[in-house]
């Protein structure tokens, strides 16, 4: 706490608490990760929103990279207690996304390949807080953090931010992912230190 | 009549504390997606993650999760259909007695 340089950019809220409650500051990227690293060529990759009613939107890469891009600077705090200030991403906005799909859904699990899978609120993903992310700090996202695209959703603990994320299931009511299913919080505000189910 | 057909839950504090206090390596498991039959000390974990990730060495589904919270543990076995310990009748308990 109390590390961040003076010259620090983008983070006006000053009076605040450099970091969540429990979280400790780090300079590099730990790689977490449940299991083998899914390998994913870019001519076969697809992302797809499924919704409520079983309608599906599919984008390819190509398509993916022909929607208009945003570069967040955000910090992203991880459950297993490290955070990462002024992290800068390139990726499509969620709200781009989900701009003309037709939903009543409240919930969305996020799904990936190699079978990792997260939920959250629909409502997290507007407003201008979600990505699908495919670049980190200017360079291609390693496969290792999560690459070729992952979501980034950095005001939620990081593993809502589903590396190798393949698609979104829209639904009515919520259902829990891997994480959640054993035991992680639905949520997982780290300013409200949301780790474990019940906190 | 009272129903005798199941017992209350606190009946199963004995035999889990048995279970627990036998080495699990030593325990062999059954994948639920390829079936296959083989020890937990085979499986591969995982443990660069919120938990600890055990995956079946023949088709790396998941077959165990286990997270621990400063309140409580948590074993999730959904991936894996039986867990088989060596538990020989005639021979004393391991564990503190
Ligand atoms: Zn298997």
């Known amino acids: ?199 | 009549m009272t129903d005798m057909s199941y017992l209350d839950g606190n009946m199963l504090d004995a035999p889990l504390r048995e279970l627990f206090a036998v080495d699990l390596s030593g325990a062999m498991g059954r994948c639920e997606n390829c079936g296959v039959v083989g020890p937990v000390g085979g499986l591969r974990v995982y443990s660069h993650a919120p938990g600890l990730v055990g995956r079946c060495p023949t088709c790396s589904q998941v077959m165990l999760r286990f997270v621990r919270s400063p309140a409580w543990a948590r074993l999730d076995l959904r991936g894996t259909t039986f867990l088989q310990v060596p538990m020989p009748l005639d021979q004393p308990h391991p564990g503190p007695m």
């Not at chain 1, 945003?70 to 709200?95: M, N």
């Not at chain 1, 996202?141 to 990081?158: D, K, S």
Request: hydrophobic residues 35%; aromatic residues 12%; negative net charge.
């Open chain 1, 1 to 199: 706490m109390g590390i961040v340089s003076p010259g620090f950019q983008g983070r006006p809220r000053s009076s605040e608490p450099a970091l969540p409650p429990g979280q400790y500051l780090t300079q590099d990227f730990p790689v977490l990760s449940a299991g083998p690293t899914p390998k994913v060529p870019l001519d076969s990759w697809e992302f797809v929103i499924t919704t409520e009613t079983g309608a599906e939107y599919r984008w390819s890469w190509s398509e993916l990279m022909s929607l208009p891009q945003e570069t967040p600077k955000v910090d992203i705090h991880c459950v297993t207690r490290w955070s990462k200030l002024g992290t800068t991403w390139q990726g499509v906005s969620l709200d781009t996304l989900l701009d003309g799909i037709d939903t009543d859904a409240a919930y969305v699990l996020a799904h990936s390949y190699g079978g990792y899978s997260t939920n959250l609120p629909l409502d997290d993903l507007r407003g201008g807080r979600a990505w699908v992310a495919h670049t980190f700090e200017g360079g291609d996202l390693p496969a290792e953090h999560g690459g070729p695209a992952r979501l980034l959703v950095p005001h939620l603990y990081f593993w809502k931010s589903a590396k190798w994320v393949r698609g979104l299931r829209l639904m009515s009511t919520d259902q829990q992912g891997f994480w959640e299913t054993a035991g992680y919080h639905d949520y997982g505000d780290p300013w409200r230190e949301q780790r474990y189910q019940g906190d």
